[in-house]
């Protein structure tokens, strides 16, 4: 990994090589925004939609976007491999300043990095992961995909320590997303998200499972989702831009539908794969 080469403020260095000022905002607040974009086999995946959040990210915090779309595919695809399917972390901060002061420097430069990891979707069509419910303790601007991330790291760590693979939060009883993905259920035969809004981040992996949902007429409904009805539901899913689709199949303890992945989990994950072949 150290060999890897990165993007680091106009440059292409190994990662070893990447320095960054100790007076980094993004280091001393965490004050910047990320996003992570799949690669299928060198080409990047629904760019559009992640720099469309990327610049929401970026006009949230009132950070000037540092380049124009092509200057991003541009920048990035000179990270990629051939033929290889791999995701790109982009983080942007408000840059190095002179002192620590929470109010904003002025004449300061953006700090760029972007790397890039292999990717290894859940593909197991006869086990999934658990899953426990957890308070949604996380800041109220959570369709921004800022770095300031402690809260999900918690969260995250609280479901790893009592053997699951994610926490799915909830606020009042209602269902907000996972501590690092969006929440779907299948509930009466209707596959079911939250609707967007600040409570949750707006995912692409998301709004293809949508799209490809409309697209072939199956049920699907962007609805509040109480914690009795997902208790009730007969599939849960997980989905991120790394992991993809993931079938969670076991919440609290209590088993899901027949405790392995549904019928409906595996024709999306079906849908899902033959749409990103047909990108390659």
Same mark, same amino acid.
């Given at each position: 990994?150290? #060999?890897?080469?990165?993007?680091?403020?106009?440059?292409?260095?190994?990662?070893?090589?990447?320095?960054?000022?100790?007076?980094?905002?993004?280091?001393?607040?965490?004050?910047?925004?990320?996003?992570?974009?799949?690669?299928y086999a060198g080409k990047l995946f629904r760019l559009e939609g992640h720099l469309e959040r990327l610049g929401n990210s970026l006009k949230s915090i009132r950070l000037q976007n540092p380049?124009?779309?092509?200057?991003?595919?541009?920048?990035?695809?000179?990270?990629?491999?051939?033929?290889?399917?791999?995701?790109?972390?982009?983080?942007?901060?408000?840059?190095?300043?002179?002192?620590?002061?929470?109010?904003?420097?002025?004449?300061?430069?953006?700090?760029?990095?972007?790397?890039?990891? #292999?990717?290894?979707?859940?593909?197991?069509?006869?086990?999934?992961?658990?899953?426990?419910?957890?308070?949604?303790?996380?800041?109220?601007?959570?369709?921004?995909?800022?770095?300031?991330?402690?809260?999900?790291?918690?969260?995250?760590?609280?479901?790893?320590?009592?053997?699951?693979?994610?926490?799915?939060?909830?606020?009042?009883?209602?269902?907000?997303?996972?501590?690092?993905?969006?929440?779907?259920?299948?509930?009466?035969?209707?596959?079911?998200?939250?609707?967007?809004?600040?409570?949750?981040?707006?995912?692409?992996?998301?709004?293809?499972?949508?799209?490809?949902?409309?697209?072939?007429?199956?049920?699907?409904?962007?609805?509040?989702?109480?914690?009795?009805?997902?208790?009730?539901?007969?599939?849960?899913?997980?989905?991120?831009?790394?992991?993809?689709?993931?079938?969670?199949?076991?919440?609290?303890?209590?088993?899901?539908?027949?405790?392995?992945?549904?019928?409906?989990?595996?024709?999306?994950?079906?849908?899902?794969?033959?749409?990103?072949?047909?990108?390659?």
């Amino acid at each position: 990994m150290q #060999n890897e080469i990165v993007y680091l403020n106009g440059q292409y260095l190994p990662l070893s090589d990447a320095k960054i000022s100790v007076m980094d905002r993004g280091f001393l607040f965490g004050d910047g925004v990320y996003e992570v974009i799949p690669a299928y086999a060198g080409k990047l995946f629904r760019l559009e939609g992640h720099l469309e959040r990327l610049g929401n990210s970026l006009k949230s915090i009132r950070l000037q976007n540092p380049h124009t779309p092509e200057q991003w595919r541009n920048l990035l695809t000179k990270l990629l491999k051939d033929g290889v399917d791999q995701s790109v972390y982009l983080q942007i901060t408000r840059g190095a300043a002179p002192k620590r002061d929470h109010a904003f420097p002025a004449h300061i430069v953006p700090t760029v990095f972007a790397m890039v990891s #292999n990717i290894n979707p859940h593909s197991d069509e006869n086990t999934g992961l658990k899953a426990i419910s957890l308070e949604d303790s996380r800041w109220k601007l959570c369709d921004t995909k800022a770095i300031t991330l402690l809260a999900n790291v918690l969260l995250r760590q609280e479901a790893i320590e009592n053997g699951c693979a994610e926490a799915i939060l909830f606020k009042e009883d209602y269902l907000t997303e996972g501590s690092a993905s969006n929440v779907f259920a299948v509930i009466n035969d209707i596959l079911m998200t939250p609707p967007k809004g600040p409570a949750i981040l707006p995912g692409i992996t998301r709004d293809v499972i949508l799209e490809i949902a409309r697209n072939k007429n199956i049920p699907c409904s962007e609805q509040a989702i109480s914690k009795t009805n997902l208790k009730a539901a007969s599939e849960i899913w997980v989905t991120s831009s790394t992991r993809e689709i993931i079938p969670i199949v076991e919440l609290d303890g209590e088993i899901i539908g027949n405790g392995k992945p549904g019928s409906v989990w595996k024709t999306f994950h079906k849908l899902f794969q033959d749409y990103k072949q047909s990108l390659r």
